[in-house]
């Protein structure tokens, strides 16, 4: 088991490592900051004091530890487009970004589990493969599609959700939140919807087929011969067995639906930091875009190294040095 | 696949009789789901590659275009008017031929991606699981880094740094080939995956210790021995990653680091449509919108049936 944690700990460091070096050299390569300082009119020697100054002459290696230092303490220099600094401008938009995602999760296996479970259940029943073909259409949803759609709906021709913003916040330490006020729910009603749609089909197929695989095993069978109701054996024995993966899942779902809440935050103007990672890469506001690749890398590789964690703690047959991963496509 | 005794007798003559009656044409009429994608996937490519011919405008020819017949409704819409089934756009271009225009350029960008990434998926995949060595773990752990990152993300990094960095000009120019770039670059892991495990089961088959002891070279036996015997597995991954880059490029181009407006495409459709959302012009972004989910669905339902037909141990 240690062994294990020791060696997804590694490959995490590795992830980090080489994501710190594009980020570095990005911000390193892209834009000139003597000029973004001092401006055109600048003289020679001014410039020279400067990138003197900046510590643009050391070595690589010096100029790249000074980089990780600073990451490290978060500080990632002064946003080109806000003129303020980035850590900053993450700080207040990072809580919209992951309401967002908490709500879309809760969604997503609130729905996904119970209609996956009750899929496999039910199999051979012509409702069960309708919802299963439903998934399916889930699947195809791309998410603006589906926000588009919702925006259609509910704000252009009914009128009774907002089609932008975050609605009122309350703030709770540096923490805005938009959970507490009724502006700020109805004005999540929508992205989240638009997010979780088609990570419920993922799940529900997921957990569908975990089930399967699940019911179909020796002791399931042993118990059926035993005479137990197949309801007690459905929900006592097999379902326990089938909610293990469903970890996995929902780690690795939580770090799709930050991926995908980027396109939810373009559609419905979510001040999250989505929508400041694609202004800034619009505007090659390079030292927005290297943090946010620094954080992006630190957050997926937490998530991971979480799933895996507590599904060698929730298996018990994988605490015998084995190395058994389990990937979701 | 392998197995000889469900082969039949060895013929290299086709015939209807004995396509119709293989077991894979068997499984695909038995399966409703499969049959109807397959009807709407060979409609909607039909009608993109016919599209010059049965298109009414013509997109890249503004000066066909007719001010006058601009914003039209869809036909059974009050105000609309025939031949523009789906309404007009701004500029009087008929949407049904922005879409089919749009259906052109969207497969040739998604099936150009899925080519990049299946071609350098598989090449590393078996390089990693038949030579193995420093170089196999190097490529396995390339892509287990890049597997960290949600594959559309890392697109819309790509695609979005490449157009920062190129000057204005280029920018249109170059949007196709970086976009299948981006998309092809970020999905190389999943066939890099597939193709090393199937790999490492074939290398222990007794087919590959015999031609090696005929002295085939090593990238003879990956290519014309090993490769032939993992194509299945290839194939349905392929199919079903076409569904994701063709959502992919919608989604990079709706989000504008895509293809330009002057292209049309699904996802540019949707992009300038959308604009268009709120002053009630709605079938300038609905219809796009739904040509999209309808012909990712298709391939899905089409993807679904193929993994279940030749069954490859997809993980």
Redesign the interface.
């Known amino acids: 088991m240690i062994t294990l944690i020791a060696q997804r700990l590694g490959?995490g460091c590795?992830?980090i490592f080489?994501v710190s070096i594009l980020a570095f050299l990005?911000s390193s390569l892209?834009g000139d900051p003597v000029a973004s300082i001092l401006g055109l009119n600048a003289t020679p020697e001014d410039r020279a004091a400067l990138a003197q100054d900046l510590g643009l002459n050391d070595p690589f290696l010096v100029r790249y530890a000074t980089f990780v230092w600073n990451a490290l303490h978060f500080e990632f220099g002064m946003s080109w487009a806000a003129q303020r600094p980035v850590a900053d401008v993450f700080a207040e938009r990072v809580p919209a970004t992951l309401e967002l995602a908490a709500v879309a999760l809760v969604i997503s296996l609130g729905v996904g589990i119970p209609v996956g479970i009750v899929a496999a259940v039910n199999r051979g029943a012509w409702w069960s493969s309708v919802m299963m073909?439903a998934t399916?259409?889930g699947?195809?949803?791309?998410?603006?599609?589906v926000g588009?759609?919702l925006?259609?709906v509910f704000s252009?021709q009914l009128g009774w959700l907002p089609?932008f913003g975050r609605g009122e916040t309350v703030a709770i330490g540096w923490w805005q939140t938009g959970l507490l006020t009724a502006s700020g729910l109805k004005a999540l009603i929508m992205p989240a919807l638009a997010l979780a749609i088609s990570q419920v089909a993922l799940v529900a197929r997921l957990v569908r087929a975990e089930m399967l695989d699940v019911l179909r095993t020796d002791y399931i069978r042993f118990a059926r011969a035993r005479g137990i109701a197949p309801r007690v054996i459905e929900f006592g024995h097999a379902l326990r067995n089938t909610l293990i993966p469903v970890i996995t899942v929902s780690g690795i779902q939580l770090?799709?639906l930050v991926?995908?809440a980027?396109?939810a935050e373009?559609v419905f103007q979510w001040p999250g930091v989505g929508l400041l990672f694609?202004r800034s890469?619009?505007s090659?506001d390079v030292p927005v875009?290297s943090a946010f690749?620094l954080l992006?890398?630190a957050f997926?590789?937490l998530i991971?190294l979480a799933v895996d964690i507590l599904y060698v703690v929730v298996d018990p047959r994988l605490r015998v040095g084995s190395t058994g991963k389990v990937?979701v496509? | 696949m392998t197995d000889a005794t469900r082969l039949p007798p060895a013929t290299t003559r086709l015939s209807v009789a004995r396509v119709w009656n293989a077991p894979i044409s068997r499984s695909f009429r038995r399966s409703p789901a499969a049959v109807g994608g397959a009807i709407v996937l060979i409609l909607l490519v039909g009608a993109a590659l016919l599209a010059p011919w049965i298109a009414i405008t013509d997109p890249y020819e503004l000066a066909t275009l007719d001010l006058l017949n601009s914003r039209l409704p869809p036909v059974w819409v009050e105000g609309g008017s025939w031949p523009y089934i789906l309404g007009t756009d701004n500029q009087g271009a008929d949407v049904l031929s922005l879409i089919l225009y749009g259906m052109r350029t969207s497969l040739l960008v998604g099936i150009l991606a899925v080519c990049v990434s299946c071609t350098l998926g598989t090449v590393l995949g078996l390089i990693s699981g038949y030579l193995g060595g420093l170089v196999g773990v190097i490529i396995m752990r390339a892509a287990d880094i890049q597997f960290t990152f949600p594959a559309i993300l890392l697109a819309l990094l790509i695609g979005g740094l490449s157009q920062a960095l190129l000057p204005a000009h280029l920018q249109a120019e170059l949007a196709i080939p970086i976009l299948v770039g981006a998309l092809g670059l970020s999905h190389w892991p999943h066939f890099a995956r597939l193709v090393r495990g199937a790999v490492l089961v074939e290398k222990t088959k007794d087919y590959v210790d015999a031609a090696r002891l005929t002295g085939r070279g090593r990238w003879s036996i990956m290519f014309r021995h090993i490769l032939p015997n993992v194509t299945n597995a290839i194939i349905v991954l392929a199919t079903l990653d076409i569904a994701f880059a063709v959502m992919g490029e919608a989604t990079l181009s709706f989000l504008g680091f895509g293809l330009p407006p002057t292209e049309p495409s699904l996802g540019s459709l949707i992009r300038t449509g959308y604009n268009y959302l709120f002053s009630g012009e709605w079938w300038l972004v609905i219809f796009p919108a739904l040509t999209l989910v309808l012909l990712v669905m298709a391939v899905n339902l089409v993807g679904d049936w193929l993994r279940d037909a030749l069954n490859p141990q997809l993980d």
């Open positions: 490959h590795l992830v080489v990005l892209v073909s399916v259409v699947l195809s949803l791309p998410t603006f599609v588009i759609l925006i259609f252009v089609s770090g799709f991926a995908f980027v396109v373009a694609l890469l619009g090659t875009i690749l992006a890398a997926f590789v991971n990937s496509h």
